[in-house]
T-cell receptor
Framework: SQQGEEDPQALSIQEGENATMNCSYKTSINNLQWYRQNSGRGLVHLILIRSNEREKHSGRLRVTLDTSKKSSSLLITASRAADTASYFCAAEGQFYFGTGTSLTVIP | NAGVTQTPKFQVLKTGQSMTLQCAQDMNHEYMSWYRQDPGMGLRLIHYSVGAGITDQGEVPNGYNVSRSTTEDFPLRLLSAAPSQTSVYFC?????????????FGEGSRLTVL
């Protein structure tokens, strides 16, 4: 069973636009994390949001968490070509990752 | 500070062969884990360890063996490789012993089983 499921599976936007991707999970959690994976590389941690937090910011990243709906969203503002990557959410515990959202930012 | 180091980066095996994927971390993390990543399947947890001498199964443990004799190393053994084990394997570690904190990933080991 997977704790994190991302939506959409793929997203293509123009540079400068905002990118929003969503994550749904199945059981109660204490925290949820977002990771980024460039093609052919390992995953890199972006941000962790705890269950008692509703919103968290880190640079151009904004993460929200709605525990009542068991969902989270990742917003990347003013996207850049270098943001092209796959993005994964992972619910806590044994970190079941979803299939990810593939983001393409067109220069 | 090397972080999490995986070797080899690429490997081709024949069905039935055995091999070990190496993983080492220099951050003194208690928690270490192995994932496989397949197209359209995301990352799936194979085995994990919360400290030296302690290992446990994840979501897809069949066909894989692990041991944790030191804090630094967490090798993954394929006992008799099968084509279904063709995948990209990632090792990860965390300062949080329960594995709920930030995960640090290696660069991956791409395995092809013919």
């Amino acid at each position: 069973s997977q704790q994190g499921e991302e939506d959409p599976q793929a997203l293509s936007i123009q540079e400068g636009e905002n990118a929003t991707m969503n994550c749904s999970y199945k059981t109660s959690i204490n925290n949820l994390q977002w990771y980024r994976q460039n093609s052919g590389r390992g995953l890199v941690h972006l941000i962790l949001i705890r269950s008692n937090e509703r919103e968290k910011h880190s640079g151009r990243l904004r993460v929200t968490l709605d525990t009542s709906k068991k969902s989270s969203s990742l917003l990347i503002t003013a996207s850049r070509a270098a943001d092209t990557a796959s993005y994964f959410c992972a619910a806590e515990g044994q970190f079941y990752f979803g299939t990810g959202t593939s983001l393409t930012v067109i220069p | 500070n090397a972080g999490v180091t995986q070797t080899p980066k690429f490997q081709v095996l024949k069905t039935g062969q055995s091999m070990t994927l190496q993983c080492a971390q220099d951050m003194n993390h208690e928690y270490m884990s192995w994932y496989r990543q397949d197209p359209g399947m995301g990352l799936r947890l194979i085995h994990y360890s919360v400290g030296a001498g302690i290992t446990d199964q994840g979501e897809v443990p069949n066909g894989y063996n692990v041991s944790r004799s030191t804090t630094e190393d967490f090798p993954l053994r394929l006992l008799s490789a099968a084509p279904s084990q063709t995948s990209v394997y990632f090792c990860a570690s965390s300062h949080d012993r329960g594995g709920t904190g930030e995960l640090f990933f290696g660069e991956g080991s791409r395995l092809t089983v013919l």
